[in-house]
């Protein structure tokens, strides 16, 4: 078995240049990101789903799940270790002047890239008003939020979190869903528009103590702790946002942890 490497195929063949450009200059499309142990995924029935309702939102596609899922195989076979996995659809004959005006034929360019080793230390975010482009979709147009987490690392801290432009409310950080953790231990997911997460919908799975209410940007300090989740990270402490800080140790952040630790891989 080998380890890990850097790999960039479509249908089990190296991505050519050509194939590459379409997707860099046109940029329509859209991802799942998953975290590979030992051949198997939390959630990688949910990230499947993703990437079909999203197919259906963004090219008017129906993938057919099964070859998605022998394409992964086949672009993983034989490798060992953690690794983060993504999975690319998009159409490579589609270009800014045919968008549109031609029925898409979205294929999967499966990448990947290593993944952090050991717990991350607790993240200091700084907010900013701003609202992602159909935020329900995980597509593949990251400029702004790239840029804000930019400006954020810029001031000093790790990365970015929106809060609404109209409402002020909480509602996604950069690449992560936020939750909190509430005076009687509950855990606050914002009610807002934002992408539904597999880490999260897999933390809601194991932990039922758990509401989603709008969390105004003003309300923020009555809570104990805060968390990032995705599927990279899995559950990160949350140490500050902006001026108010957070128990990066408490209790119920640890126990969220140890949850996500124990919820079984999938095989692929």
Aim: glycine share 8%; proline share 6%.
């Amino acid at each position: 078995m080998a380890e890990f490497v850097a790999m960039a195929t479509i249908h089990g063949i190296e991505a050519t240049s050509d194939e590459l450009r379409a997707l860099a200059l046109t940029g329509y499309g859209h991802f799942t990101s998953m975290h590979v142990e030992e051949g198997g995924v939390r959630g990688f029935d949910l990230h499947l789903e993703r990437l079909v309702s999203n197919a259906k939102a963004v090219f008017d596609a129906d993938l057919d799940r099964e070859l998605l899922v022998a394409d992964i195989r086949a672009a993983i076979a034989g490798t060992t270790g953690n690794y983060t996995l993504r999975v690319t659809m998009f159409d490579p004959a589609i270009n800014l002047g045919n968008v549109g005006t031609v029925t898409a034929k979205p294929v999967p360019l499966i990448t990947t890239r290593a993944s952090h080793v050991g717990a991350l230390p607790p993240m200091q975010v700084k907010t900013v008003a701003f609202q992602r482009d159909t935020p329900e979709v995980k597509h593949v147009g990251l400029f702004s939020p790239l840029h804000h987490r930019v400006a954020a690392k810029r001031a000093g801290f790790g990365d970015v979190l929106f809060n609404d432009p109209t409402s002020t409310n909480i509602s996604e950080g950069n690449t992560w869903n936020i939750g909190f953790i509430a005076a009687d231990g509950t855990v606050v997911w914002p009610d807002a528009a934002v992408l539904p997460g597999v880490t999260m919908a897999l933390l809601r799975g194991a932990n039922d103590r758990y509401v989603a209410q709008a969390i105004p940007f003003a309300e923020i300090g009555r809570m104990q702790a805060a968390f990032a989740t995705n599927a990279s990270i899995g559950v990160r402490p949350i140490s500050a946002i902006d001026g108010h800080h957070f128990n990066p140790d408490h209790p119920a952040v640890a126990s969220l942890q140890r949850a996500y630790a124990t919820i079984p891989a999938q095989r692929i």
